[in-house]
């Protein structure tokens, strides 16, 4: 689960044991001021840093300094670590330069909240026919993961923007489909778990 300016966003894999998921706002960098970069560099892996100060324009590195933050805290997440682990020893490598919200999500506002079945969490409770979901063909999924110069696998990597600020970023051992993003009230979703 994440937060992140009024949003709250969770993950629901029914094939993947272990998911890891993360917001994070590209405008709290301005809460770091200039040198924010050299600030955080222990968190970084050498050839992210190197990376990341190659790049010139201000606003792309702040977007991928917001990316690589959102892939981090996933990917610990995904351990049940948090933030106490290593940071700096994971080398995500092949990150895309996100640009512009890429969400088709979807709207819940004629959902019946009478398919929601309380007693039990399995797919049927809340699915295609109580949604039109579909695939997000938007999410960036060419990340990868290096620990020690080892490419650590299974693990799917997805990142996308959830609008001109936010970006998420998920992570599981073999995630079988690309996320789709699903509006749900909140009040939905406490009575779906009470």
Not at 6 to 20: A, D, K, P, R, W
Not at 43 to 72: G, M, N, Q, R
Not at 77 to 104: D, H, M, W
Request: hydrophobic share 35%.
């Amino acid at each position: 689960m994440s937060n992140q300016q009024g949003y709250t966003s969770m993950v629901i894999s029914y094939q993947s044991e272990e998911v890891g998921i993360d917001l994070a706002s590209i405008s709290d960098i301005e809460k770091f001021g200039n040198g924010y970069l050299t600030h955080f560099k222990d968190i970084f892996h050498p050839d992210e840093y190197d990376f990341l100060e190659s790049v010139h324009d201000a606003k792309e590195l702040e977007c991928l300094f917001t990316e690589y933050w959102a892939l981090k805290e996933s990917y610990t997440k995904k351990l049940g670590i948090g933030l106490n682990g290593e940071l700096g020893a994971y080398n995500f490598q092949n990150v895309a330069k996100l640009s512009k919200p890429t969400i088709n999500s979807i709207d819940s506002s004629s959902f019946d909240s009478s398919s929601i079945d309380s007693s039990s969490f399995d797919s049927s409770s809340i699915d295609s026919n109580s949604f039109d979901l579909k695939p997000n063909s938007h999410w960036s999924d060419s990340t990868k993961l290096f620990i020690n110069n080892t490419h650590i696998q299974p693990l799917d990597i997805h990142l996308t923007m959830l609008n001109n600020d936010i970006v998420l970023s998920v992570c599981g051992d073999q995630i079988p489909n690309t996320p789709s993003l699903i509006k749900i009230p909140l009040s939905l979703i406490t009575k779906f778990f009470s």
